[in-house]
Structure formats: structure tokens, C-alpha cells
């Protein structure tokens, strides 16, 4: 297997911690967001993937991009170490949670939004990183409520599941940018506990070999 993505990537840094907890051997390949104008809109990747965004995975002879996506791939196709619930209702309660982060919160404050507040609509930094603190602080204000009714040891109960694998990176990118996070020790709590597991500190940007 061959993961494209880029270090600080959330969306591949969701992937790598799967791939991690699974235990799978994944080649991992640099497409670099911002060297060379980004790399990602080069003529040879998006022939590889048309949206121009990482991740993207190569299986063989099977592409597939979209991080949700290629966690259930991976989960389908390599049920070890499983990152789901098998309980109907437990399994798409802790979905739920991983939607939250990687579809509520996340979106509103990728590369591209950010590049597109700077060169479009000329926000300034100040600017820029008050949008992101506000739908940061939104989206796990509501997070950690939730968290008050289904945490355990993770976010939903004891074991690790894609509610985890995607509040790391988004917890990664709330304190890039200097978001307070006292006001949310549910989402703390369980950021430590994941941080010390291997399978996370591995994953994380700066030790990626891109990581610059």
C-alpha cells in the first residue's frame, strides 16, 4: 500500500494512526501543500486524485481518496485490531463522534479556506487565526458535551475507535493556533491518554520524514 499525504495534513494524520493501530505496512509519499505553489495540484496527482487533497491511497490497483472513506476501507478489508464498535447502535454513535470533528469542525479550517481568507478575501493573520479559534472553540464546545455522555478511557468508552483517530490531529490543529483548551478537559483527557500510545506518537506530524 501507498499513502500520499503530507505531515501536517489532519486528514492524513487520521490515516496514518489507522494504519498504526492495524499494524499495516503503508509506504508513505510526500505531496507537499505549499512547496512549488502545491504539489497537490500537479498534472500527475490529479490524475491520481481530481480534488487535489490529500490522503489518497493505493492498494494494488485500487485508488481511493477521502480519509472516512479509507478508514471504512480499511476496516472492511483489514478487520484486525477493528476501530468500530460491532453493536449497530454503539458503531454509529462512535461515527457520529469521528463526523463531528472531520466534517463539522475540520472543513472550516483546512489549507484551502485559510489560503482563500489570505489571497481572496486579504485577511490578515490576526484575522485568519481569529476565524479559526471561533469555529475551533464552536465545534469542541459541543464536542465536549457530548464526550460528557459517551467517554470511557476514549471517546466512545474503553476502546480506541475513529472519534480518536480524528480528535488528535483536530486537537494538534487547535493548539497551532493557540486555542485555549482549558475550557475542554473531556477532549484533554482523552488527547493524553492517546498521545502516550505509540501507535499516535508515530503518526504525529513532526515525526514524519516531510515534516519541515
Not at 493501530?21 to 505531496?31: A, G, N, T
Not at 476565524?131 to 469542541?140: D, L, M, N, T
Not at 464526550?147 to 480528535?167: M, P
Request: proline residues 5%.
Amino acid at each position: 500500500m501507498k499513502l500520499f499525504g503530507y505531515w501536517r495534513s489532519s486528514a492524513a494524520y487520521r490515516v496514518r494512526i489507522a494504519l498504526n493501530l492495524k499494524q499495516l505496512d503503508c509506504e508513505l509519499i510526500s505531496v507537499h501543500l505549499v512547496k512549488d505553489g502545491g504539489q497537490q495540484h500537479s498534472k500527475d496527482y490529479q490524475e491520481l486524485n481530481p480534488n487535489e487533497l490529500v490522503p489518497t491511497l493505493v492498494d494494488g490497483d485500487f485508488t481511493l481518496n477521502q480519509s472516512l472513506a479509507i478508514l471504512d476501507y480499511l476496516e472492511q478489508k483489514y478487520p484486525q485490531s477493528p476501530l468500530l464498535p460491532t453493536n449497530i447502535q454503539d458503531n454509529v454513535k462512535a461515527k457520529a463522534l469521528a463526523f463531528d470533528i472531520a466534517c463539522d469542525i475540520h472543513p472550516l479550517n483546512n489549507l484551502r479556506v485559510l489560503q482563500y481568507l489570505t489571497n481572496d478575501l486579504n485577511q490578515d493573520d490576526d484575522s485568519k487565526a481569529t476565524w479559526y479559534k471561533h469555529w475551533i472553540s464552536v465545534g469542541f464546545a459541543s464536542l465536549e458535551k457530548s464526550l460528557a455522555r459517551t467517554k470511557g478511557l476514549f471517546c466512545y468508552g474503553d476502546e480506541i475507535s475513529w472519534a480518536d483517530i480524528c480528535l488528535i490531529p483536530q486537537v494538534y490543529n487547535a493548539e497551532r493556533f493557540n486555542v485555549d483548551m482549558t475550557p475542554f478537559p473531556n477532549i484533554m483527557e482523552i488527547t493524553s491518554r492517546c498521545r502516550a500510545l505509540p501507535e499516535f506518537w508515530n503518526a504525529s506530524p513532526e515525526q514524519q520524514e516531510d515534516a519541515s
